[in-house]
T-cell receptor
Framework: AQSVSQHNHHVILSEAASLELGCNYSYGGTVNLFWYVQYPGQHLQLLLKYFSGDPLVKGIKGFEAEFIKSKFSFNLRKPSVQWSDTAEYFCAVNAGSGGYNKLIFGAGTRLAVHP | DTAVSQTPKYLVTQMGNDKSIKCEQNLGHDTMYWYKQDSKKFLKIMFSYNNKELIINETVPNRFSPKSPDKAHLNLHINSLELGDSAVYFC???????????FGPGTRLLVL
């Protein structure tokens, strides 16, 4: 069965610290991977996505993620976090078939950044 | 302009009532979705429609009935509301054949 696992449920960092959020997936088909962010009280916004090509993907707001096929991983990174990065982060895999999309989400990681 | 909009934003109701949530997208997408986010922030797909046709139904109780009057709208009607239906419901859309889904602001449903 398709699944996404996010290892860190809560992460607390100080401003300027580096961030890495883990994401592992279980899916037998061609993977399309996503990171979404949900700021407090807001909707999900796409941070970045991987479909094919360069496994190091750059997204908005200085975030990047690396797809490592051998490890079934798609970890999210940012070299220096800001207070405004406080949010919930969701990793997702597209588990659809036949041209239809079906996102399977991880449980989310709540990031709190202290000034 | 709001790309994916939902109404209402908040919905408080009693057990046993019937309620509807509406979703509209102005992105010209062919595919729309409903997701449920529970109190632990876990997101799970419920339904997907492509050009008004149901293509994904993820073992959701039949008290939930989606309706797509046209490809820009996907409404969710819930009969006989239960306490466990309390959640945030997100609508999303994507272009046909496209992978990226764009989410609406969510509807926070509280069943008392």
């Amino acid at each position: 069965a398709q699944s996404v696992s996010q290892h860190n449920h809560h992460v607390i960092l100080s401003e300027a610290a580096s961030l890495e959020l883990g994401c592992n997936y279980s899916y037998g088909g061609t993977v399309n991977l996503f990171w979404y962010v949900q700021y407090p009280g807001q909707h999900l916004q796409l941070l970045l996505k991987y479909f094919s090509g360069d496994p190091l993907v750059k997204g908005i707001k200085g975030f990047e993620a690396e797809f490592i096929k051998s490890k079934f991983s798609f970890n999210l990174r940012k070299p220096s976090v800001q207070w405004s990065d406080t949010a919930e982060y969701f990793c997702a895999v597209n588990a659809g078939s036949g041209g239809y999309n079906k996102l399977i989400f991880g449980a989310g990681t709540r990031l709190a950044v202290h000034p | 302009d709001t790309a994916v909009s939902q109404t209402p934003k908040y919905l408080v109701t009693q057990m046993g009532n019937d309620k509807s949530i509406k979703c509209e997208q102005n992105l010209g997408h062919d595919t729309m979705y409903w997701y449920k986010q529970d109190s632990k922030k876990f997101l799970k797909i419920m339904f997907s429609y492509n050009n008004k046709e149901l293509i994904i139904n993820e073992t959701v109780p039949n008290r939930f009935s989606p309706k797509s009057p046209d490809k820009a709208h996907l409404n969710l009607h819930i009969n006989s509301l239960e306490l466990g239906d309390s959640a945030v419901y997100f609508c999303a859309s994507s272009p046909s054949g496209g992978q990226t889904q764009y989410f609406g602001p969510g509807t926070r449903l509280l069943v008392l």
